[in-house]
């Protein structure tokens, strides 16, 4: 099969093809596997996370891309849930134990044998993958194969965040970083939070422009204070300048969500500037996202589904996956990148 391979760890900017066109053996069904023909695979931030050494994959060559739409095309032994032809879709989950107290709780993201899709395992990428039927999901007919597979990372991870803020209806939630997740997050809050005003923080001015486009009631710089005190706020950007500015606006008991696999070093240095009275003080919490659990992904296909959330999608053939990830690295978003493989 075709596939797009990451051989080994690079800065982008030092190297604009990090991954290279590769011929590989179809992988094989084994048990309660299912062999998935790929058709669509979203383009996401963590990929250049992977590749420049963040979330570094544990071996290569790896095929990287979680975020996969595609068709049954051939099924292991003791595979129930799905039948060849069935269109399913795969997220970061990969794999987990099954077995531990996160796993049984449903909090199967915290577990310590936590695997991830293109990262721990060959993902979607490449013309075929294979994935426990357990860890893949059927996907509303409503999406095409091209809207469906940004749902299943960044829709996906996006809910999970809203989950951890605490958002209630009528209360201000801020995000800061707009990009795929944001505009979901955006559009998932105005049909769930009817009465919930979201407030945007964005260094691009195009993304500012599509916030209030979406129905943002504010939009402004990253470092920026918002008009009204936040309840909550979600940091989807890789640095900490981001952080520290956001902490300034949540009101008194406030909630700062950080969902971000890694934070990149480069301004590691802004975290000085924390001033306690200023940022902290007032009983304000921080917490972190880590991965997402099956829950997630299923209950945002469905509720994506019901609130006719599409995201806004740029498509690229498989060829073209370094040009993608290059427009993401330079910040280059308007809405979600996917590659059109099938
Ligand atoms: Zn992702
Ligand atoms: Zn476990």
Same mark, same amino acid.
């Given at each position: 099969?075709?596939?797009?391979?990451?051989?080994?760890?690079?800065?982008?900017?030092?190297?604009?093809?990090?991954?290279?066109?590769?011929?590989?053996?179809?992988?094989?069904?084994?048990?309660?596997?299912?062999?998935?023909?790929?058709?669509?695979?979203?383009?996401?931030?963590?990929?250049?996370?992977?590749?420049?050494?963040?979330?570094?994959?544990?071996?290569?060559?790896?095929?990287?891309?979680?975020?996969?739409?595609?068709?049954?095309?051939?099924?292991?032994?003791?595979?129930?849930?799905?039948?060849?032809?069935?269109?399913?879709?795969?997220?970061?989950?990969?794999?987990?134990?099954?077995?531990?107290?996160?796993?049984?709780?449903?909090?199967?993201?915290?577990?310590?044998?936590?695997?991830?899709?293109?990262?721990?395992?060959?993902?979607?990428?490449?013309?075929?993958?294979?994935?426990?039927?357990?860890?893949?999901?059927?996907?509303?007919?409503?999406?095409?194969?091209?809207?469906?597979?940004?749902?299943?990372?960044?829709?996906?991870?996006?809910?999970?965040?809203?989950?951890?803020?605490?958002?209630?209806?009528?209360?201000?939630?801020?995000?800061?970083?707009?990009?795929?997740?944001?505009?979901?997050?955006?559009?998932?809050?105005?049909?769930?939070? =009817?009465?919930? /005003?979201?407030? *945007?923080? +964005?260094?691009?001015?195009? $993304?500012? !422009?599509?916030?209030?486009? #979406?129905?943002?009631?504010?939009?402004?710089?990253?470092?920026?204070?918002?008009?009204?005190?936040?309840?909550?706020?979600?940091?989807?950007?890789?640095?900490?300048?981001?952080?520290?500015?956001?902490?300034?606006?949540?009101? =008194?008991?406030? /909630?700062?969500? *950080?969902? +971000?696999?890694?934070?990149? $070093?480069? !301004?590691?240095?802004?975290? #000085?500037?924390?001033?306690?009275?200023?940022?902290?003080?007032?009983?304000?919490?921080?917490?972190?996202?880590?991965?997402?659990?099956?829950?997630?992904?299923?209950?945002?296909?469905?509720?994506?589904?019901?609130?006719?959330?599409?995201?806004?999608?740029?498509?690229?053939?498989?060829?073209?996956?370094? $040009?993608?990830?290059?427009?993401?690295?330079?910040?280059?978003?308007?809405?979600?990148?996917?590659?059109?493989?099938?």
């Amino acid at each position: 099969m075709k596939a797009m391979v990451l051989n080994e760890l690079c800065s982008l900017k030092e190297n604009r093809t990090p991954l290279t066109p590769t011929d590989l053996p179809d992988p094989v069904p084994g048990d309660r596997e299912v062999l998935v023909r790929v058709q669509t695979c979203g383009v996401c931030h963590t990929e250049l996370d992977e590749i420049e050494g963040r979330t570094p994959p544990p071996h290569l060559p790896i095929v990287l891309g979680h975020q996969v739409v595609g068709m049954v095309e051939e099924t292991g032994s003791g595979v129930s849930k799905f039948q060849i032809g069935d269109r399913v879709g795969i997220g970061w989950i990969y794999s987990a134990c099954g077995k531990c107290k996160f796993c049984l709780s449903g909090n199967e993201n915290l577990c310590k044998d936590f695997k991830a899709t293109g990262r721990d395992a060959n993902g979607g990428y490449a013309e075929y993958m294979t994935i426990s039927e357990d860890f893949a999901y059927s996907i509303p007919d409503v999406f095409s194969d091209s809207e469906a597979a940004p749902l299943l990372c960044a829709g996906a991870i996006g809910y999970r965040s809203l989950r951890l803020t605490g958002l209630k209806d009528g209360q201000n939630l801020g995000l800061t970083g707009f990009g795929a997740s944001g505009h979901l997050v955006l559009k998932m809050v105005r049909h769930k939070y =009817p009465k919930a /005003r979201v407030f *945007i923080f +964005a260094r691009n001015p195009v $993304e500012r !422009d599509f916030a209030r486009e #979406l129905g943002a009631v504010w939009a402004g710089d990253t470092e920026e204070e918002s008009s009204e005190r936040l309840s909550c706020i979600i940091d989807t950007t890789p640095v900490w300048k981001p952080v520290v500015e956001a902490l300034k606006n949540l009101e =008194p008991g406030g /909630r700062l969500v *950080i969902n +971000a696999i890694r934070k990149e $070093e480069i !301004d590691k240095d802004y975290l #000085l500037k924390l001033d306690y009275p200023t940022h902290l003080w007032m009983e304000k919490e921080i917490k972190s996202v880590a991965n997402v659990a099956r829950r997630d992904v299923s209950e945002f296909l469905g509720l994506a589904s019901e609130a006719g959330i599409k995201p806004e999608i740029q498509e690229f053939p498989l060829d073209d996956a370094n $040009e993608a990830l290059f427009e993401l690295k330079n910040r280059k978003i308007r809405g979600a990148k996917v590659l059109r493989i099938g």
